[in-house]
């Protein structure tokens, strides 16, 4: 069974930094694409990374600020987040699909598992 568990969430003062992580448990990154998806409160989910046998592919709203990287042992994911903003504050979740089993992975439709999410609230 796919399984993915999120945290590193918190509270931060607008400017700092967070690193969340994703432990994934029964599958192999090998064979899916990982993302990592927010929900800010009152919107929809907004794909933020994806990492795919293409590489990494960012969204605009990520590109400059927020960076995924993958684990040495390969069963988890971070997502560094830094120069938080206040508008950055949302859920935070990690997904995955069966690599090739979609058109575009940072769209979070697209996604099949997913974690519970980790809350970043970004506030002074």
């Known amino acids: 069974e796919v399984q993915l568990v999120e945290s590193g969430g918190g509270l931060v003062q607008p400017g700092g930094s967070l690193r969340l992580s994703c432990a994934a448990s029964?599958?192999?990154?090998?064979?899916?694409?990982m993302s990592w998806v927010r929900q800010a409160p009152g919107t929809g989910r907004q794909g933020l990374v994806c990492l795919s046998s293409s590489g990494y592919d960012y969204a605009d709203s990520a590109k400059g600020r927020f960076t995924m990287s993958i684990g040495d042992a390969r069963d988890t994911v971070f997502l560094q987040l830094n120069r938080l903003k206040p508008e950055d504050t949302a859920v935070y979740y990690c997904?995955?699909?069966?690599?090739?089993?979609?058109?575009?992975?940072?769209?979070?439709?697209?996604?099949?598992?997913w974690g519970k999410g980790t809350l970043v609230t970004v506030s002074s």
């Open positions: 029964g599958f192999s990154f090998s064979r899916y694409a």
């Open positions: 997904a995955t699909v069966i690599e090739g089993d979609y058109n575009d992975c940072l769209q979070s439709y697209e996604m099949e598992t």
